[in-house]
């Protein structure tokens, strides 16, 4: 496989889970973890991506200030989040996870509805504050440098503190059966503490992430009560999911 096949592989695969390891994208494509090493630097020298300890992290997902172009599926994103934004209702107490996706909802909340928002995103928090009338509550703990989000065990004991009417989540992997996977430990249990934290959970997933999963499990699906994409509900690539106890937007 030439270098410019391999690079292009790469920065889809970043541009679509937000993150990827060197190890995975190496078994991906059956080659060394130094030939993809080299690739990674290589990337990050163009700023098509940034190089992180052991992969490498979209620039959509590293910046609020990143320009729209940087921004994979970003239609698609846009169509989702204004399927969302029709779930809100005035005086909701919500959660709004971090993510390229979750940012765009952020983006769409209409400034004249009056809500309560959960985050634990620096992006999202930062976006939130230009809504009046939005009150904003950062759930804090140790930031990671490549999501810009909190974890650890001070996260999880704010988020046990709190119920929320409907938090809006995104993910790296999606199936039917196996459910909703990471491949980041901690964030999967900041995630299990988010869905424990609300009466409903929304899962925003561009479709290109169905059918997909990763090593550590942070939800079976029908712990989802809504899903929403891009696609019409009645798409026939959501027939797996429509078999689950699960509604389509």
């Not at 995975?24 to 990674?40: F, P, Q, Y």
């Not at 309560?116 to 995103?121: K, L, N």
């Not at 609300?198 to 899962?203: A, F, I, N, R």
Request: glycine share 6%.
């Amino acid at each position: 496989m030439l270098k410019e096949e391999r690079q292009h592989i790469i920065l889809n695969e970043v541009a679509l889970h937000n993150k990827v390891l060197l190890t995975d994208i190496a078994e991906l494509l059956d080659v060394s973890i130094d030939t993809i090493r080299r690739d990674v630097k290589e990337l990050d020298g163009e700023n098509r991506l940034r190089k992180v300890h052991g992969g490498a992290i979209s620039l959509g997902f590293t910046s609020s200030t990143v320009q729209n172009a940087n921004i994979y599926a970003l239609e698609e994103k846009r169509k989702i989040a204004e399927k969302a934004v029709t779930m809100l209702k005035e005086g909701g107490v919500i959660f709004i996870d971090g993510g390229t996706t979750c940012l765009e909802l952020a983006r769409q909340i209409p400034e004249t509805i009056k809500l309560t928002c959960f985050t634990m995103s620096l992006q999202v928090a930062m976006e939130l504050l230009s809504k009046p009338n939005v009150k904003v509550i950062f759930v804090g703990g140790e930031i990671s440098p490549d999501s810009q989000i909190s974890v650890g065990l001070n996260t999880i004991h704010q988020l046990s503190e709190i119920q929320v009417d409907y938090s809006f989540i995104g993910t790296g992997y999606v199936d039917s059966i196996f459910g909703l996977t990471e491949f980041d430990w901690d964030i999967v249990q900041v995630k299990k503490a988010v869905i424990k934290a609300s009466k409903k959970t929304v899962l925003l997933s561009i479709s290109e992430k169905l059918n997909s999963q990763h090593r550590y499990k942070t939800c079976d699906i029908n712990a989802i009560n809504t899903m929403i994409t891009e696609l019409n509900p009645n798409n026939n690539l959501l027939n797996l999911f429509r078999n689950q106890e699960i509604h389509l937007l």
